[in-house]
């Protein structure tokens, strides 16, 4: 075969059966339906062909297509994507050959295709550029996901594990793994082989892909997701085109036998890409899918939800929250929030088949799930509350967090952000307000419960100082065994180096610290001067250092450090310090922490090199003894031995709690891992472990413990971040890779790993070997083989092979053969550059590839954190270490974080003043608000809200209020009958005026003076009185 092209899929049997079984995570309804028939669709010639499984039915769907393409297809959208390599030309056309159009134009030279049908993506690689990229289904927003890759080719997508895979056809062919948004880029498995195709099985969760060997023979391989190969066998298929017979087969995708053709006839042209079109091919979790034209199943209740069937006339209906699409092929979600008819007083969220309200901060979301109340302080007698509480005019109740719901008892919260985090050991990611699933950090895995994650790999087992010797013991109290001997009974102090697995372990009466293997062997001295009571160690893992308190009985206390062999001492801590104890090292974080249990108690922080302390926690503490970190959630345990308390805090000391009092006698160290916080008791002189969330479940270990000291958990997973390739080259004779804690061992090109999987032996066949059919089977593996010298020649000693060569023997022949990361004749290899020619695996965007003798390594931007080829974003707000204002809220972005003012204040974010809750909203909102109501923005939230003339409400003011109205007529009634009866007093007033004055003027009795009349007869005054008297 020249070349293969495959993919896989899940049939449910031969021909199917007659209806599939599908479970909604949405509605938890489980239904029945009619499933179609799947059928292939590959390139041929210039054109794309459609044909039934059984290779009958076989029709042309579009033509003109060129005759080098790449193709998938969207099944709810009922369309076929493809594009023209040699173009760089994507297209896309219905099902059936119709609405043809030009997607997107791409450079030249595209190496692979997929359609993401979840998030509505095309993404392609770009062998030649070696990236790669998407654009949306509708040719809009293109983006670069990943650059610099190493001759990406063949890409498979996930989407419902978000997950995107692709092959790099580089020096060492492999198969590499990133998330849909191109970060976490990791290597799922190496071949020493060429590869050729690539496919995803979704429902097995399963990778396949043909590789080619050195004798040109092909075969089918098969692993997980992770690069462990699964060996099922199981009556599935899988078709693919084979180019040298012009033949589209089927294999048993788990077994490889049964191959046979599917075409009924030899094709005139090879056939290319050839995909299985079905819906379980591509599913969509949270939508119940439905086919037009298919029968219903009267004899089935279950199936009321999902279709009717009114006179044996089959109608597909979607479940409440989904509505069907347009072609009636699908179910595609409603958008509650923009309909307007959602009942939320604030926001709205809409999620597939369903919606939720939110409330900005400042709010709270009361229990009716609909309207937001502005937030109160408690009352006394509500402290009952898991939260908080608000007071409304129905009363004081108990609200919740975002994230979480409030449970019938009107008092607890449970969630993703309550306190027990619904349940989840690790994360928690919300669905909606009321549903929630559980994951696990990488190198964990789910409990079958659901919730609880545990750790993969080796058993983990408990390392504890025990006065006279130092003893390992497991987690279930079995194995316990003693591993360093010190009859002068001074050990208390001990921390353990998992790159060089070494216990480091410090004696207050030699005075002196020490170190040896993990199973007791190899002890050796590192530092005997200037020590005076060491009472606490802390290994620096990642920064190869050694920390160590020392509590001063001649001299002045102090924290101090030193290299791994015990060189480049110095005091880093020596004022403000009394009695020093326990000690822990953060090396992601680059925090020192360790506890005082001097005159005034404090646990306290600093930088690794001793500087920026600050105060951790003082109130309340007696005498701090043992520390310990949580990495996986970045929080301090400590315990107090005076007082037989357990408490814990974030890294700042913020969200402190008391997990158990008086249940442990005198606590000296503890140890965190998985879920259990592991505590030495050296009065009752026994191992306790509790919860470590809520300090209860406690488990009690007792054993040959005389006064049990430092405590510490011996797993790959407990101390993440250490590259284990450091040390030996992790065990590993050629390329060793760390991941997770450990060694991932391969080889170099045309070098066979060995059976313990850490050895490289040369494998090679013989001419005749590979000719002959008698001496070797069809499907048979490489024969490994070690050189020996069986006559006093050796064929390579006559060859000069370069120090970063090695001979092999080709064709009987000796020749010289650079290792990998080098390029020559052999006899004079020169390192190759893999950072300069792009061929390294660095993500541009978190890290910066540094060039090493045969090889490289990413280091690591500011941001961002990781082993030798791995960098993930760095939280700097978990951590604590960014420098927000403590009026404003840290935002964790990819490399950085960002800062932002909480709710009532303004500002950058590092430094928040007072500021308004809301801004007036943007042009594209002046009609949001009806019958000129004033339109509000919340940043907070992210969503608008009006404020409404009177006379009018609602969301967006549209309903006219009718009792406003009413009060407003009567006002005008009052105002009316008062303004009437005004006027009508001031009517009567004037009146009475004019009266007084006509009667004063013309009253006979009234007597003129001189004066008056000479005033009279002056002005020649008429008046209308006939008779003026006067007295005289």
């Given at each position: 075969?020249?070349?293969?092209?495959?993919?896989?899929?899940?049939?449910?049997?031969?021909?199917?059966?007659?209806?599939?079984?599908?479970?909604?995570?949405?509605?938890?309804?489980?239904?029945?339906?009619?499933?179609?028939?799947?059928?292939?669709?590959?390139?041929?010639?210039?054109?794309?062909?459609?044909?039934?499984?059984?290779?009958?039915?076989?029709?042309?769907?579009?033509?003109?297509?060129?005759?080098?393409?790449?193709?998938?297809?969207?099944?709810?959208?009922?369309?076929?994507?493809?594009?023209?390599?040699?173009?760089?030309?994507?297209?896309?056309?219905?099902?059936?050959?119709?609405?043809?159009?030009?997607?997107?134009?791409?450079?030249?030279?595209?190496?692979?295709?997929?359609?993401?049908?979840?998030?509505?993506?095309?993404?392609?690689?770009?062998?030649?550029?070696?990236?790669?990229?998407?654009?949306?289904?509708?040719?809009?927003?293109?983006?670069?996901?990943?650059?610099?890759?190493?001759?990406?080719?063949?890409?498979?997508?996930?989407?419902?594990?978000?997950?995107?895979?692709?092959?790099?056809?580089?020096?060492?062919?492999?198969?590499?793994?990133?998330?849909?948004?191109?970060?976490?880029?990791?290597?799922?498995?190496?071949?020493?082989?060429?590869?050729?195709?690539?496919?995803?099985?979704?429902?097995?969760?399963?990778?396949?892909?043909?590789?080619?060997?050195?004798?040109?023979?092909?075969?089918?391989?098969?692993?997980?997701?992770?690069?462990?190969?699964?060996?099922?066998?199981?009556?599935?298929?899988?078709?693919?085109?084979?180019?040298?017979?012009?033949?589209?087969?089927?294999?048993?995708?788990?077994?490889?036998?049964?191959?046979?053709?599917?075409?009924?006839?030899?094709?005139?042209?090879?056939?290319?890409?050839?995909?299985?079109?079905?819906?379980?091919?591509?599913?969509?979790?949270?939508?119940?899918?439905?086919?037009?034209?298919?029968?219903?199943?009267?004899?089935?209740?279950?199936?009321?939800?999902?279709?009717?069937?009114?006179?044996?006339?089959?109608?597909?209906?979607?479940?409440?929250?989904?509505?069907?699409?347009?072609?009636?092929?699908?179910?595609?979600?409603?958008?509650?929030?923009?309909?307007?008819?959602?009942?939320?007083?604030?926001?709205?969220?809409?999620?597939?088949?369903?919606?939720?309200?939110?409330?900005?901060?400042?709010?709270?979301?009361?229990?009716?799930?609909?309207?937001?109340?502005?937030?109160?302080?408690?009352?006394?007698?509500?402290?009952?509350?898991?939260?908080?509480?608000?007071?409304?005019?129905?009363?004081?109740?108990?609200?919740?967090?975002?994230?979480?719901?409030?449970?019938?008892?009107?008092?607890?919260?449970?969630?993703?952000?309550?306190?027990?985090?619904?349940?989840?050991?690790?994360?928690?990611?919300?669905?909606?307000?009321?549903?929630?699933?559980?994951?696990?950090?990488?190198?964990?895995?789910?409990?079958?419960?659901?919730?609880?994650?545990?750790?993969?790999?080796?058993?983990?087992?408990?390392?504890?100082?025990?006065?006279?010797?130092?003893?390992?013991?497991?987690?279930?109290?079995?194995?316990?065994?003693?591993?360093?001997?010190?009859?002068?009974?001074?050990?208390?102090?001990?921390?353990?180096?998992?790159?060089?697995?070494?216990?480091?372990?410090?004696?207050?009466?030699?005075?002196?610290?020490?170190?040896?293997?993990?199973?007791?062997?190899?002890?050796?001295?590192?530092?005997?001067?200037?020590?005076?009571?060491?009472?606490?160690?802390?290994?620096?893992?990642?920064?190869?250092?050694?920390?160590?308190?020392?509590?001063?009985?001649?001299?002045?206390?102090?924290?101090?450090?030193?290299?791994?062999?015990?060189?480049?001492?110095?005091?880093?801590?020596?004022?403000?310090?009394?009695?020093?104890?326990?000690?822990?090292?953060?090396?992601?974080?680059?925090?020192?922490?360790?506890?005082?249990?001097?005159?005034?108690?404090?646990?306290?922080?600093?930088?690794?090199?001793?500087?920026?302390?600050?105060?951790?926690?003082?109130?309340?503490?007696?005498?701090?003894?043992?520390?310990?970190?949580?990495?996986?959630?970045?929080?301090?345990?400590?315990?107090?031995?005076?007082?037989?308390?357990?408490?814990?805090?974030?890294?700042?000391?913020?969200?402190?709690?008391?997990?158990?009092?008086?249940?442990?006698?005198?606590?000296?160290?503890?140890?965190?891992?998985?879920?259990?916080?592991?505590?030495?008791?050296?009065?009752?002189?026994?191992?306790?472990?509790?919860?470590?969330?809520?300090?209860?479940?406690?488990?009690?270990?007792?054993?040959?413990?005389?006064?049990?000291?430092?405590?510490?958990?011996?797993?790959?997973?407990?101390?993440?971040?250490?590259?284990?390739?450091?040390?030996?080259?992790?065990?590993?004779?050629?390329?060793?890779?760390?991941?997770?804690?450990?060694?991932?061992?391969?080889?170099?090109?045309?070098?066979?790993?060995?059976?313990?999987?850490?050895?490289?032996?040369?494998?090679?066949?013989?001419?005749?070997?590979?000719?002959?059919?008698?001496?070797?089977?069809?499907?048979?593996?490489?024969?490994?083989?070690?050189?020996?010298?069986?006559?006093?020649?050796?064929?390579?000693?006559?060859?000069?092979?370069?120090?970063?060569?090695?001979?092999?023997?080709?064709?009987?022949?000796?020749?010289?053969?650079?290792?990998?990361?080098?390029?020559?004749?052999?006899?004079?290899?020169?390192?190759?550059?893999?950072?300069?020619?792009?061929?390294?695996?660095?993500?541009?965007?978190s890290s910066v590839c540094v060039n090493t003798a045969g090889g490289y390594y990413c280091q690591c931007r500011p941001g961002f954190s990781g082993e030798e080829h791995h960098c993930t974003?760095?939280?700097?707000?978990?951590?604590?270490?960014?420098?927000?204002?403590?009026?404003?809220?840290?935002?964790?972005?990819?490399?950085?974080?960002?800062?932002?003012?909480?709710?009532?204040?303004?500002?950058?974010?590092?430094?928040?003043?007072?500021?308004?809750?809301?801004?007036?909203?943007?042009?594209?909102?002046?009609?949001?608000?009806?019958?000129?109501?004033?339109?509000?923005?919340?940043?907070?939230?992210?969503?608008?809200?009006?404020?409404?003339?009177?006379?009018?409400?609602?969301?967006?003011?549209?309903?006219?209020?009718?009792?406003?109205?009413?009060?407003?007529?009567?006002?005008?009634?009052?105002?009316?009958?008062?303004?009437?009866?005004?006027?009508?007093?001031?009517?009567?007033?004037?009146?009475?005026?004019?009266?007084?004055?006509?009667?004063?003027?013309?009253?006979?009795?009234?007597?003129?003076?001189?004066?008056?009349?000479?005033?009279?007869?002056?002005?020649?005054?008429?008046?209308?009185?006939?008779?003026?008297?006067?007295?005289?």
């Amino acid at each position: 075969m020249s070349e293969l092209r495959l993919h896989a899929t899940h049939l449910i049997s031969s021909g199917l059966m007659e209806c599939a079984f599908r479970f909604s995570s949405v509605t938890n309804l489980c239904s029945f339906w009619k499933a179609p028939e799947p059928y292939l669709i590959f390139g041929h010639g210039k054109a794309i062909y459609r044909m039934d499984l059984d290779g009958g039915n076989q029709k042309r769907v579009v033509t003109g297509v060129g005759n080098s393409i790449l193709l998938d297809f969207h099944y709810t959208e009922g369309r076929v994507y493809w594009a023209d390599k040699k173009t760089g030309v994507i297209y896309k056309a219905a099902m059936d050959g119709t609405q043809r159009q030009k997607l997107h134009s791409s450079e030249k030279g595209i190496s692979g295709l997929a359609v993401d049908w979840v998030h509505n993506f095309v993404i392609w690689t770009s062998g030649e550029v070696g990236s790669i990229k998407r654009v949306d289904t509708d040719g809009k927003n293109e983006r670069t996901l990943l650059r610099h890759l190493s001759q990406p080719i063949s890409i498979a997508v996930a989407p419902n594990d978000r997950f995107i895979f692709w092959l790099s056809d580089g020096i060492t062919p492999s198969i590499q793994r990133s998330d849909v948004a191109g970060e976490m880029i990791t290597t799922v498995l190496k071949i020493p082989e060429r590869l050729g195709g690539l496919s995803v099985d979704r429902m097995d969760k399963r990778l396949f892909w043909v590789q080619f060997s050195l004798e040109g023979e092909s075969a089918i391989g098969s692993c997980d997701y992770n690069g462990n190969v699964v060996n099922l066998r199981h009556s599935f298929f899988i078709f693919y085109t084979d180019m040298s017979s012009r033949t589209i087969r089927q294999v048993n995708k788990y077994s490889g036998v049964e191959a046979e053709n599917i075409n009924l006839k030899r094709m005139t042209h090879p056939p290319t890409a050839v995909k299985v079109v079905h819906p379980l091919n591509q599913p969509i979790e949270d939508s119940m899918p439905v086919f037009p034209g298919q029968m219903c199943d009267g004899r089935t209740g279950v199936c009321v939800n999902v279709c009717s069937n009114p006179a044996d006339q089959g109608i597909c209906q979607c479940t409440k929250g989904f509505a069907l699409s347009k072609h009636g092929n699908y179910c595609e979600d409603v958008n509650e929030c923009g309909l307007w008819d959602h009942g939320c007083s604030l926001g709205c969220e809409n999620i597939p088949g369903s919606y939720f309200c939110t409330c900005p901060k400042g709010y709270a979301l009361l229990p009716d799930r609909k309207t937001c109340h502005e937030t109160s302080p408690c009352l006394a007698n509500m402290t009952q509350c898991d939260n908080g509480c608000i007071a409304t005019g129905e009363g004081t109740i108990c609200v919740c967090l975002e994230g979480s719901l409030l449970q019938p008892d009107g008092q607890t919260c449970r969630g993703c952000t309550s306190s027990d985090r619904g349940g989840c050991s690790q994360q928690c990611s919300p669905i909606t307000p009321g549903r929630w699933e559980c994951d696990c950090l990488p190198g964990y895995k789910l409990h079958q419960d659901g919730k609880r994650c545990t750790a993969t790999g080796p058993p983990p087992y408990l390392l504890f100082a025990n006065i006279v010797n130092i003893r390992r013991v497991n987690l279930d109290g079995t194995g316990d065994q003693s591993l360093v001997e010190e009859p002068s009974g001074t050990v208390i102090a001990l921390d353990y180096d998992p790159v060089q697995n070494k216990v480091y372990f410090a004696s207050t009466v030699l005075k002196q610290i020490e170190r040896a293997d993990l199973d007791g062997g190899s002890r050796e001295v590192l530092l005997t001067e200037e020590l005076d009571s060491p009472e606490g160690l802390a290994v620096d893992w990642v920064n190869r250092k050694l920390y160590w308190t020392d509590r001063g009985w001649v001299v002045l206390s102090t924290i101090d450090r030193s290299t791994l062999d015990g060189f480049d001492r110095e005091t880093i801590i020596s004022k403000g310090i009394q009695k020093p104890r326990g000690i822990a090292v953060h090396p992601l974080a680059k925090k020192l922490f360790w506890t005082d249990m001097g005159t005034r108690p404090v646990l306290e922080s600093a930088s690794l090199e001793g500087s920026d302390r600050a105060v951790i926690a003082s109130a309340d503490l007696v005498s701090p003894s043992g520390l310990t970190i949580d990495f996986t959630e970045d929080r301090l345990y400590w315990c107090d031995s005076k007082r037989g308390v357990l408490e814990t805090a974030s890294l700042d000391g913020s969200n402190r709690q008391v997990l158990t009092e008086n249940e442990v006698g005198q606590p000296f160290d503890l140890a965190v891992f998985e879920d259990r916080l592991w505590i030495t008791d050296r009065e009752q002189q026994l191992l306790l472990s509790v919860d470590k969330w809520t300090g209860m479940d406690p488990e009690r270990l007792h054993g040959n413990m005389v006064q049990p000291a430092s405590i510490v958990v011996v797993h790959p997973l407990a101390k993440p971040g250490a590259n284990v390739c450091l040390y030996r080259n992790g065990g590993c004779a050629q390329v060793c890779e760390s991941r997770l804690g450990f060694a991932h061992c391969s080889c170099h090109s045309h070098i066979a790993q060995s059976a313990d999987g850490k050895g490289c032996l040369p494998s090679y066949r013989s001419t005749g070997d590979m000719n002959s059919k008698d001496n070797m089977d069809e499907g048979s593996e490489p024969t490994l083989f070690i050189e020996t010298m069986v006559s006093d020649q050796d064929d390579c000693f006559s060859l000069r092979c370069d120090v970063n060569a090695q001979c092999l023997l080709d064709g009987g022949n000796p020749t010289c053969h650079c290792l990998e990361g080098f390029t020559g004749d052999g006899e004079l290899c020169l390192d190759l550059d893999e950072c300069m020619l792009g061929m390294a695996l660095c993500s541009i965007q978190s890290s910066v590839c540094v060039n090493t003798a045969g090889g490289y390594y990413c280091q690591c931007r500011p941001g961002f954190s990781g082993e030798e080829h791995h960098c993930t974003d760095f939280d700097e707000c978990k951590m604590g270490t960014h420098k927000c204002d403590e009026r404003a809220e840290c935002i964790n972005t990819i490399g950085k974080y960002r800062c932002k003012c909480q709710a009532g204040y303004s500002g950058n974010g590092h430094t928040c003043q007072g500021a308004v809750l809301h801004t007036s909203c943007p042009s594209s909102h002046d009609t949001y608000c009806l019958y000129e109501g004033v339109c509000l923005y919340f940043p907070e939230m992210e969503s608008y809200a009006c404020n409404c003339i009177s006379g009018y409400m609602g969301e967006r003011c549209q309903f006219s209020d009718l009792e406003w109205w009413e009060l407003q007529q009567a006002e005008q009634e009052k105002r009316r009958n008062v303004a009437i009866a005004l006027g009508m007093v001031v009517l009567i007033t004037l009146l009475s005026i004019a009266a007084c004055v006509t009667y004063c003027c013309c009253s006979p009795y009234h007597v003129w003076s001189k004066t008056d009349v000479a005033v009279v007869r002056s002005t020649h005054s008429v008046t209308a009185c006939t008779y003026i008297l006067s007295s005289r």
